[in-house]
């Protein structure tokens, strides 16, 4: 069975916020090396044959890139996420 998988591109990704200490907004993310990395993981996937679909990326929403915390899949039930910082509720 081909995987699907959810990608939201890094168009709006970057650090807007602190929710954990590993986030600082001191220090922001190089876009084009996040792009970069974005781009090699997608081809990554698609040469192991997954099936990617790609969501829009929002503004005000710089986690977004993270789908794979939004939800959890087993068989036919999804179990959605429920952010504990405002910040990520709007995911």
């Known amino acids: 069975m081909q995987p699907r998988i959810l990608m939201c591109p890094p168009d709006h990704y970057g650090i807007e916020y602190e ?16 792009r970069q990395q974005w781009a090699e993981l ?21 986690d977004l890139v993270f789908t794979a915390n939004a939800a959890m899949i087993f068989k036919n039930a999804a179990v959605l996420a429920r952010f504990r910082h405002p910040q990520r509720q709007g995911e």
Do not use: T
């Not at 929710?19 to 996040?34: C, L, T, Y």
């Not at 698609?46 to 099936?51: D, F, G, T």
């Open 42 to 62: 997608r081809e990554l996937l698609e040469r192991c044959e997954a099936r990617i679909e790609l969501m829009p990326a929002v503004a005000g929403l710089p």
């Open 19 to 34: 929710i954990n200490p590993w986030m600082d907004k001191k220090r922001q993310v190089d876009p084009s090396v996040a």
